[in-house]
Nanobody
Framework: QVQLVESGGDLVQAGGSLRLSCAAS????????VRWYRRAPGKQRELVAA???????NYADSVKGRFTVSRDNAKNTVYLQINSLKPEDTAVYYC??????????????WGQGTQVTVSS
């Protein structure tokens, strides 16, 4: 019913920037929240950033000041702007959307992930 597709991951040098996209398609009545997670090899999944329905945002301490989450409702897309990349940012980045249907049922969807690799 709803599909999320992440894109924008790449191999980049430390200090560089990337903009990740999470594009949604399907039947969506409303989005309660979109969250960005990342998982580095051998480590637990980490919540990186979130944007809620009212537009408020939250960030992990490790990325605060460097990452910015935003949305374009007309395009059904959420972005994660990543600046001043560090090698420790290397991970697979996933978006997760909490979506409300027209029947006021909520569902959680995950994208397939996009690889960010930062070289030193």
């Amino acid at each position: 019913q709803v599909q999320l597709v992440e894109s924008g991951g790449d191999l980049v040098q430390a200090g560089g920037s990337l903009r990740l996209s999470c594009a949604a398609s399907g039947s969506i009545f409303g989005v309660n929240a979109v969250r960005w997670y990342r998982r580095a090899p051998g480590k637990q999944r980490e919540l990186v950033a979130a944007i809620l329905s009212g537009g408020s945002t939250n960030y992990a301490d490790s990325v605060k000041g460097r990452f910015t989450v935003s949305r374009d409702n007309a395009k059904n897309t959420v972005y994660l702007q990543i600046n001043s990349l560090k090698p420790e940012d290397t991970a697979v980045y996933y978006c997760n959307a909490e979506v409300m249907s027209s029947d006021y049922l909520t569902y959680s969807y995950w994208g397939q992930g996009t690889q960010v690799t930062v070289s030193s």
